[in-house]
């Protein structure tokens, strides 16, 4: 029997939409709620170390107001270590990052700062948090992220949806079997077994039919469409993909 796929919508864009213009609105919360009455399955929301999009604030108002799962998604430093043990956010996704990036580029390291995330990793789970490291596909990576005692994997689908719109498809198409292989490997290790970044309408069923993974986290996307045909409108086309790549 095929294991139901969960949706996480992430509302940073929400919050980059009101820094624009440094005022109240739009309410990040209002869209998480908007997006938890249409169907999402958990709400994501980065605290970057610059404040770019999502503040303090938000992160406090996304646990106290949501009925569904918040995932904080965080660099791994001693800041957001401490705010993440503050906010007790049912899962933390640990991921790169860069001050002068527009967005995560890349899987972490995990092995390269193995001894690092295992006691950072430790410091989370103990508390109750669930973590997941947000990487590539590389076996390495993965069995690391096994090894540091993580309950989760997510896989970076950017390339492969970069590569779909570069209208590369012989490697776009090699890029989705790595990533498949990936999710294997990833299963048998007893991780659970995520993806995202980049996911659109069009690129979403093939990392949707993948059997082994168990949450999608798509947000630009969806923040981007809902500006012609709303929120719920396209959290509920995307729903009705993924269930139809499903089966």
Known sequence: MTRPLRLGVNIDHVATLRNARGSAYPDPLRAALLAEAAGADGITAHLREDRRHIRDADMAALKAGLGIPLNFEMAPTEEMGRIALATAPH?????????????????????????????FVAMLSETGIRVSMFIGHDARQIEASAAIGAAVVELHTGHYCDLHYAGKFAERDAELARLAEGAR?????????????????????PIAALPEIRELNIGHFLISE??????????????????????
């Open 91 to 119: 899962a933390c996704c640990l991921v790169p990052e860069k001050r002068q990036e527009v967005t995560t580029e890349g899987g972490l390291d995990v092995v390269a700062d193995q001894a690092r995330l295992t006691d």
């Open 226 to 247: 809902a500006v012609f045909i709303g929120l719920e409108a396209a959290i509920g086309e995307m729903r009705r993909r993924m269930e139809l790549a499903r089966g």
């Open 185 to 205: 490997l990833a299963a048998r290790l007893g991780l659970e077994v995520h993806a995202g970044h980049g996911l659109t309408f069009e690129t979403v069923a």
